[in-house]
């Protein structure tokens, strides 16, 4: 079950509910992408990211077509990445425009994918335990938080939108399989 929490720009919009997917600063962790190591396995490599967050995975889907370039590769991992997203290049790329901006890896749902969004919180409700129920923030929009975890940094999805936006992701990942 994926975490949920609600979500407004201002008071003077209603709530709305989302779903948190996860993400990940590709810049700085590489950790499973790790596709500049020659020694791990094409398989290897798929099965881990199958196992990933959804955002984590859009995340990895669009760095991979950020540095895409059809080129061949001496090294079997690449050539075989590179094999899938060519025969799949226009869907992937499709999909990649719908949530990402085209010249910006920024995520186009609602997109907490940064550390110093806390930063930027001037209000805090917590309960007896010091866990976060609803913070405001500067921009005056708000956010609850459903259950104990009351972190902020991620990606989130309109509810109504999660269910197809899961299957499509998973469809994508096949494709790499």
Do not use: H
């Not at 609600?6 to 709530?15: D, H, M, R, V």
């Not at 190591?37 to 990895?60: A, F, H, P, T």
């Not at 990649?96 to 110093?116: M, R, S, T």
């Amino acid at each position: 079950m994926n975490r949920v929490i609600e979500y407004t720009k201002s008071l003077a919009e209603p709530f709305q509910r989302y779903v948190d997917i996860g993400w990940s600063e590709l810049t700085y962790d590489f950790d499973l992408l790790n596709i500049y190591d020659r020694e791990q396995s094409y398989l290897d490599w798929y099965n881990e990211l199958k196992k990933c967050s959804l955002g984590y995975q859009i995340s990895v889907l669009n760095f991979l077509l950020s540095e895409f370039d059809g080129s061949k590769s001496e090294y079997d991992f690449v050539t075989k990445l590179n094999s899938r997203i060519s025969d799949n290049f226009d869907l992937l790329k499709r999909f990649n425009n719908k949530w990402f901006d085209e010249d910006a890896p920024l995520f186009k749902g609602l997109d907490f994918g940064y550390y110093d969004k806390a930063d930027e919180i001037i209000e805090s409700t917590e309960n007896e335990d010091g866990i976060r129920l609803q913070v405001k923030f500067e921009d005056g929009s708000l956010m609850k938080f459903l259950d104990d975890n009351d972190q902020i940094c991620s990606y989130y999805i309109l509810e109504s939108e999660f269910e197809d936006f899961e299957r499509e992701v998973e469809s994508f990942i096949k494709l790499f399989g």
